[in-house]
């Protein structure tokens, strides 16, 4: 059965493209489904409803968070009074028709948020403690309970490793779900003289300049823990200058809070080869002016700054932990790690790419082999249509 014409409803818990990477996909998927055809509603708890098609349901309640429960009765009484033949939710909700988990598995993302914090003791404590987070706990027993559920609705996951991850710790069956690529917007302008005088106050704040030839990594999140900062900048101080041909340097983007991380850099003696930008509202101008893009994450359903980064031809490095993974060629496009805590690894990754040669074969590999196919978000929406069609096929039957 085509959805051509039809209208379908897009639950996300937040809607501001401020926020970050999660409710800029949300606006990417809505505008690149709705040009295949279909009318989408986003249906919200908080945030800016700009644009007609967005309705935010809990504006009035108090708090950066909305209760999920309160947010599920929001929801029920506007899909009671507004038609919608199918109900695409980030959340999990068991009304839904279909169920993409952007922030992952909940029970995986409890694992390896403990694992982060690089200490047996504490990881254990972490584990133990995971269900004293009442919003996490109520988020992760609605996933269970959905994916349970024998009629509930289809998972549809953003990567290879995130279906794994519901089959491991929800044993769901490959029937119930399907894996649909994460993406990104791509051919997006670039404000060159912006981004021009960015990377001259980045070169300013380390004392170089263009004629120094620098090599510039970019490391970019928010939970500076979660994402292996603090590996990365212990992979730094094990690259040794002995074998590179330009000298690195590494600049980190995002609004974590970074003492730590300073504290750190200037105990192994590399806090002159590091600039901590703070928030950066548009990511694809750092990545113009930058050689490598490194995320050692812990966990990640598939990371948006990594896509955006070979949308951009930059070569990436991040872990097996990362679902972006699947759409680049570790060895070809960028590097691969085992895991965050794997500093020498790590570091020779970091090696491989102080070599010009390593950089410019990367890039153009990315290029020749047309990844921005691969990780645009039209792709994703048309991988969408079959799921849709499928879902009210069986619903006539």
């Not at 750190?264 to 703070?278: E, M, N, S």
Request: net charge positive; proline share 4%.
């Amino acid at each position: 059965m085509s959805v051509a014409n039809k209208k379908i409803a897009m639950i996300t818990e937040r809607i501001d493209v401020a926020l970050g990477g999660a409710e800029r996909s949300v606006f990417e998927l809505t505008d690149a489904i709705s040009a295949l055809g279909l009318e989408v509603d986003v249906l919200a708890a908080k945030g800016q409803a700009n644009a007609k098609n967005v309705h935010i349901l809990c504006q009035d309640t108090p708090g950066r968070r909305t209760c999920y429960f309160r947010f599920a009765k929001a929801l029920k009484k506007h899909l009671s009074a507004n038609h919608y033949c199918l109900v695409h939710s980030i959340l999990p909700f068991d009304f839904a028709d279909v169920y993409q988990p952007r922030a992952g598995c909940y029970a995986e993302s409890v694992l390896r948020n403990a694992a982060s914090y690089q200490n047996k003791i504490i990881e254990l404590y972490k584990r133990i403690t995971a269900f004293a987070n009442l919003r996490r706990d109520i988020l992760l027993r609605a996933e269970r309970k959905l994916c349970e559920n024998p009629n509930g609705p289809v998972i549809a996951a953003l990567s290879r490793y995130i279906a794994e991850q519901f089959k491991k710790h929800y044993g769901i069956d490959d029937d119930r779900m399907v894996v649909v690529p994460n993406g990104v917007k791509i051919n997006k302008e670039i404000d060159t003289p912006r981004a021009d005088k960015l990377r001259s106050q980045i070169l300013a704040q380390l004392g170089l300049k263009e004629t120094d030839n620098p090599i510039l990594f970019l490391f970019a999140a928010n939970n500076f823990r979660f994402k292996g900062l603090a590996c990365l900048i212990k992979a730094m101080q094990l690259v040794s200058p002995n074998v590179m041909e330009r000298k690195v340097y590494l600049i980190v983007a995002g609004n974590g809070r970074t003492n730590k991380y300073r504290r750190l850099a200037k105990k192994l003696g590399i806090h002159r080869k590091i600039v901590f930008l703070g928030a950066v509202r548009h990511i694809r101008e750092a990545l113009s002016i930058i050689d490598v893009a490194v995320l050692p994450t812990f966990y990640d359903p598939s990371s948006r700054f990594i896509l955006e980064a070979i949308a951009a031809s930059k070569p990436v490095i991040t872990t097996e932990f990362n679902g972006a993974t699947d759409l680049f060629v570790n060895g070809r496009h960028g590097k691969v790690i085992d895991r965050a805590e794997n500093i020498p690894a790590l570091a020779q990754a970091i090696s491989y790419f102080t070599d010009t040669n390593n950089i410019r074969k990367a890039s153009q590999a990315i290029v020749a082999d047309n990844l921005e196919e691969k990780i645009c978000i039209g792709r994703v929406a048309e991988q969408l249509m079959p799921v849709y069609e499928s879902i009210l096929e069986k619903r006539e039957k």
